[in-house]
C-alpha cells in the first residue's frame, strides 16, 4: 500500500453543493505545482462580467425582449413576471434611471454596462449602453426577460453579472410535436443550474473595473444564504429550519390556468419573484401584486421589547420587560431585539444603502396619552437624518472621501462602509431606546413596537419624484405607457407595511406572555453578543438568566451556544471551551457551530496548531459556509502548513472569488511556496481589499455626523422624544 504524507481539502466550485475531495501526494514523489484562484477580468460587456456563447445574431437585444411570444404557450407565466420586479428592472423603471444616470453622469456610460448586465441586458448586448439610451425603444422597459434567464448556458460565482447567455435563440415548439416540445424544454430548462442563477446577479460590488478607486462589496445574498442553516452551513447557532433555496421563498408554487402549458398538476412556480420591492407595485396601482408583497413581507422578522433597564450606576435589569417597575421622573431605557427569522439572507437584502426598515416604538400612559415615542412614520430622517428622536433604520451607511454619508445611492462616490445595520440570517440586533418619565405620568405605560418597511426612503423618494418630473423623466414615462401600455407615478406615498408588532406594560401588571421567558431572553443575548467587548458581559448576564429558565437540554445548549462565543470574544479560552463541551453533551449530534467557537477562541489565543482540528470539522460540516474556510486558511497558514492553506483559501475562494481574506491567505501561501503565481495572486488582493483610509473615513464620519457615530454601534441608544 501507498504512504500518504500529505492531505489537502479541495472544494468544487458550484453553490448548491460542495464535495469534498482529498489530493493525496505519494511518498517519494514531488507535490504537484501550486494554483491559484484569481478573479474573472471583464470581457467585453466590462465592467459587467456577462460573456455570450457563440455568434450574436443581427438585433440579438429585440429577441432579448420579446416576451410576447413566450406568453402565447405561458400566459400565467407572462402575466406573473409582467407584475414583477424583474420586468422594471431596466430604465423604465423611475428610481433606476435616476440612480444609473448618476453613474452615466460621474463615471461615463461604458462604466453603466455594470449595471447593464443585469438590468438592462437587451440593451447590453447590442452595445447600447454606451450611448444614449431611447426612451421608446422597448429594449429600455424590458428588464429581466424570459430569454434572458432560461438562454443561460452556465453561471460563475463572481456576481456583476456572471453568466454565459446563449446566443442561439430559444428553440421554438411545434405543439402538434412531442419531440419538439421536449427539445423545447431542454433548450429553455434551468434545473441543472438551480438557485446558482440567481447568484449571478445578486451578488455585486464596485471596483476599478468601473473606474472607482475602491473595490467595496454591495448586495451579496448567495454568500449570507450558503453561510446560512437555509443550507445547513450555519456556524452562528443551535439552529433548525427546513432547507430553502431562492426558488423555495421567492418562486413558490402558485396556481396556474388550464391555458399555461408549463402547468404541473395545476400550479406554476411563480414568476413574480416577490420580495420586498412594494413601492413600484405602489406608483404602478397595482393593488393585487402590492397585497401579495405585502403578505409576503409580514412575519419574515420579529419585534420584542425585551427588557427595561432602570437607572442606577450600574443599571438594573429586567428581562423581559413585561410589568417591569417604572419610577415618575427617571429615565429607563427599553431594549428591543429585531430577529431575521425567514430571510435567507440579510434583512432587508438587495441594495443595502436603499433600504428602509425601521423600528417604530410608543409609550402611553394609563389615559392613552403618548408619553414618549421614536421614529413615528420616520419622518424625521427625510429633511433632518442627524435630528434627535431619528428612526433607527436596517439600512448600510456608505460614505464619501469626505466622510459624509451618501443617502441617495451616489454610487460612484462611495469610498467605505460606516455601519451596516442590516441582520443577518436568523440573526438578532437589538437597539436601546432611552425616555425620561415624567414625574406626573399615570401608571401603567403601555409600549407598542412597530417594524416597518418601505422599499426605499422619504429622501430617494424625494429625488426620484424630481427627475421624473424632468423632460428626460416625462419621455420615459411615456416611453413605458406604449411599451406596458401602464402609468407610472412615483410621487405617489409609498407603501407602508408593518412586518411585526408587539405590545406590552411596563410599570403595572404583567400582560400575559406571548412566548416563552427563556427565548426571549435568548434572543436578547444572541443580540447582544455582537456588542463592544467592554459590553459583553451584558450578554454574559442576559444569557445566564436565560439558561435557568430553560426547559429542556437543547434550549440549554442553544444558549451554552451564545455564552461560548461570548467567552470566546472576552479571551476566556478555557470557559468557552468548557461551553462547548457542554454544550455537546446536551445535543445528540454536534452541530459546526461548536467547532467554531472552538477554533475562533483558540485563534484569539494564537494557538494555531488547537486551532486546526476545530476549524478543518466546521468546514467539512458546514463546507459552504465562507467564514469557515477564512478561518481554516488562516490557522494552517499561522501553523506553517502552506499547502493546506492554499488548498483551504481556494476553497472559500470558490464560494466567494473577491474575497479579501482569502485573497490574502491565498497569496502570502503561494509566496512562501515559491510559486510563481505568488505576485499574480498579491496582485488580486491589492485591488479587492480593503481600502486604507477606510476606518480613517469612518471615524471621521461619526465625528460629522450624530447619526453616524450612533449607527456605528450594536446596542446604541435612541433617546425617545416627549410630545409637545
Request: proline share 7%; with cysteine; charged share 25%.
Amino acid at each position: 500500500m501507498r504512504k500518504l504524507i500529505g492531505l489537502a481539502i479541495v472544494i468544487a466550485a458550484g453553490a448548491c453543493s460542495a464535495p469534498t475531495r482529498h489530493e493525496t501526494v505519494i511518498a517519494g514523489e514531488p507535490p504537484p505545482a501550486p494554483s491559484a484562484t484569481l478573479p474573472r477580468a471583464p470581457g467585453q460587456f466590462g465592467p459587467s462580467l456577462l460573456a455570450i456563447k457563440g455568434t450574436m445574431p443581427a438585433g440579438f437585444g429585440d429577441t432579448l425582449a420579446d416576451v410576447d411570444t413566450c406568453s402565447t404557450c405561458h400566459p400565467d407565466v407572462a402575466a406573473q413576471w409582467n407584475a414583477s420586479s424583474h420586468s422594471f428592472a431596466s430604465f423604465g423603471n423611475p428610481i433606476y434611471r435616476a440612480n444609473i444616470e448618476i453613474t452615466r453622469t460621474e463615471l461615463g456610460k461604458p462604466a453603466s454596462q455594470h449595471c447593464g448586465g443585469c438590468h438592462d441586458i437587451p440593451l447590453e448586448v447590442d452595445r447600447t449602453m454606451l450611448g444614449d439610451i431611447p426612451p421608446k425603444d422597448l429594449r429600455a422597459h424590458s428588464g429581466v426577460t424570459c430569454r434572458v434567464c432560461h438562454g443561460i448556458d452556465s453561471v460563475t460565482t463572481d456576481g456583476n453579472g456572471g453568466y454565459v447567455l446563449r446566443a442561439q435563440p430559444i428553440f421554438t415548439p411545434d405543439l402538434s410535436d412531442p419531440k419538439s416540445i421536449e427539445r423545447h424544454k431542454q433548450s429553455a430548462t434551468l434545473r441543472p443550474l438551480g438557485a446558482d442563477v440567481c447568484g449571478a446577479c445578486h451578488r455585486g460590488f464596485m471596483s476599478p473595473d468601473m473606474g472607482m478607486p475602491v473595490h467595496l462589496s454591495g448586495l451579496d445574498e448567495p454568500t449570507a444564504w450558503k453561510s446560512s442553516a437555509w443550507t445547513g452551513n450555519g456556524m452562528g447557532r443551535v439552529d433548525q429550519v427546513d432547507k430553502q433555496t431562492c426558488l423555495d421563498c421567492h418562486m413558490a408554487p402558485e396556481a396556474a390556468s388550464k391555458d399555461e402549458l408549463a402547468a404541473h398538476g395545476g400550479q406554476i412556480m411563480s414568476h413574480r419573484f416577490l420580495g420586498g420591492h412594494t413601492w413600484m407595485a405602489g406608483m404602478r396601482g397595482d393593488a393585487d401584486e402590492l397585497a401579495r408583497l405585502q403578505a409576503h413581507l409580514r412575519g419574515v422578522a420579529s419585534i420584542d421589547v425585551a427588557a427595561v433597564i432602570e437607572p442606577g450606576p450600574t443599571g438594573t435589569w429586567i428581562v423581559p420587560a413585561d410589568g417591569a417597575p417604572i419610577t415618575p421622573g427617571a429615565r429607563v431605557s427599553l431594549e428591543v431585539v429585531v430577529r431575521n427569522l425567514l430571510v435567507g439572507h440579510r434583512f432587508p437584502g438587495g441594495v443595502l444603502d436603499m433600504q428602509d426598515t425601521w423600528i417604530e416604538l410608543e409609550v402611553r400612559d394609563a389615559h392613552d396619552r403618548v408619553v414618549a415615542s421614536s421614529g413615528t412614520q420616520h419622518a424625521t430622517e427625510i429633511d433632518d437624518p442627524d435630528a434627535a428622536g431619528g428612526a433607527h433604520v436596517l439600512r448600510s451607511f456608505p460614505v464619501g472621501d469626505d466622510g459624509v454619508i451618501r443617502d441617495l445611492h451616489q454610487m460612484p462616490e462611495f469610498r467605505a462602509i460606516a455601519a451596516n445595520q442590516t441582520i443577518a440570517p436568523r440573526d438578532a440586533t437589538v437597539v436601546r431606546y432611552a425616555m425620561d418619565v415624567p414625574r406626573d405620568v399615570s401608571l401603567p405605560l403601555r409600549v407598542e413596537a412597530r417594524l416597518r418597511h418601505r422599499s426605499r426612503s422619504l429622501r430617494e423618494q424625494r429625488a426620484v419624484c424630481a427627475d421624473a418630473r424632468t423632460p428626460a423623466g416625462r419621455a420615459f414615462f411615456e416611453g413605458a405607457e406604449g411599451a406596458r401600455s401602464l402609468t407610472l407615478d412615483p410621487c405617489r406615498a409609498e407603501p407602508i407595511t408593518e412586518i411585526a408588532s408587539m405590545s406590552t406594560t411596563i410599570g403595572g401588571p404583567a400582560p400575559a406572555p406571548s412566548r416563552e421567558t427563556w427565548e426571549r431572553g435568548y434572543e436578547l443575548g444572541m443580540a447582544l453578543t455582537g456588542e463592544v467587548g467592554e459590553k459583553l458581559d451584558e450578554a454574559r448576564e442576559v444569557l445566564e438568566q436565560a439558561r435557568a429558565l430553560a426547559p429542556n437540554d437543547r434550549a440549554r445548549a442553544m444558549i451554552d451556544v451564545q455564552l461560548g462565543w461570548v467567552a470566546s470574544k472576552q479571551g476566556r479560552t478555557e470557559d468557552a471551551l468548557a461551553l462547548v463541551a457542554r454544550a455537546k453533551s446536551e445535543l445528540p449530534k454536534a452541530p459546526p457551530v461548536l467547532d467554531a467557537i472552538a477554533a475562533d477562541a483558540l485563534v484569539r489565543v494564537w494557538r494555531w496548531k488547537d486551532a486546526i482540528a476545530p476549524a478543518t470539522a466546521a468546514t467539512q460540516k458546514a463546507p459552504l459556509n465562507l467564514q469557515a474556510w477564512i478561518v481554516l486558511a488562516r490557522v494552517l497558514g499561522s501553523a506553517g502548513d502552506d499547502r493546506g492553506a492554499l488548498a483551504a483559501a481556494r476553497a472559500g475562494l470558490a464560494i466567494q472569488p473577491r474575497d479579501p481574506d482569502l485573497l490574502r491567505s491565498q497569496a502570502t501561501a503561494l509566496r512562501a511556496l515559491g510559486s510563481p503565481l505568488a505576485d499574480q495572486a498579491l496582485a488580486a488582493y491589492e485591488r479587492f481589499r480593503a481600502p486604507d483610509d477606510a476606518a480613517q473615513l469612518r471615524i471621521t464620519c461619526a465625528d460629522l455626523s450624530p447619526r453616524c457615530e450612533r449607527e456605528r454601534e450594536v446596542g446604541h441608544v435612541h433617546l425617545m422624544i416627549a410630545p409637545r
